[in-house]
């Protein structure tokens, strides 16, 4: 599988940026697909997850409200909708996609087999 991520940018504080993650190849209702990002001098940060087949989904506790992560199974694409953007939102957003994982472990970044290439997400104040 292989993960294209795309969308990011500049926007202004309060503002929504709306990223893309392709995926190339076959792929499986047990799936679980996400978007972690990574601010310079941190470490890398789960976002928000969805399994493929059930559309279940799971957030950072800082994006409940504001993020929305969805799939579209016709196109092989998942979708992070960020609304009310914040400073503290900048980072290099990346999309990654897992063979299978628990509800204990869709955070982690080992979880994930595969990993797309990243896309700057820089909000201003």
């Known amino acids: 599988v292989q993960l294209q991520a795309s969308g990011g940018g500049l926007v202004q504080a309060g503002g929504s940026l709306s990223l893309s993650c392709a995926a190339s190849?076959?792929?499986?209702?047990?799936?679980?697909m996400a978007w972690f990002r990574q601010a310079p001098g941190k470490e890398r940060e789960f976002v928000a997850a969805v399994r493929w087949g059930s559309g279940v989904t799971y957030y950072l506790d800082s994006a409940k409200g504001r993020f929305t992560i969805s799939r579209d199974s016709a196109k092989n694409t998942v979708y992070l909708q960020m609304n009310s953007l914040k400073p503290e939102d900048t980072a290099v957003y990346y999309c990654?996609?897992?063979?299978?994982?628990?509800?204990?472990?869709?955070?982690?970044?080992?979880?994930?087999?595969?990993w797309g290439q990243g896309t700057l997400v820089t909000v201003s104040s």
């Open positions: 990654a996609a897992a063979l299978a994982g628990s509800t204990s472990t869709v955070r982690r970044t080992s979880t994930y087999d595969y």
């Open positions: 190849g076959r792929t499986l209702p047990s799936y679980v």
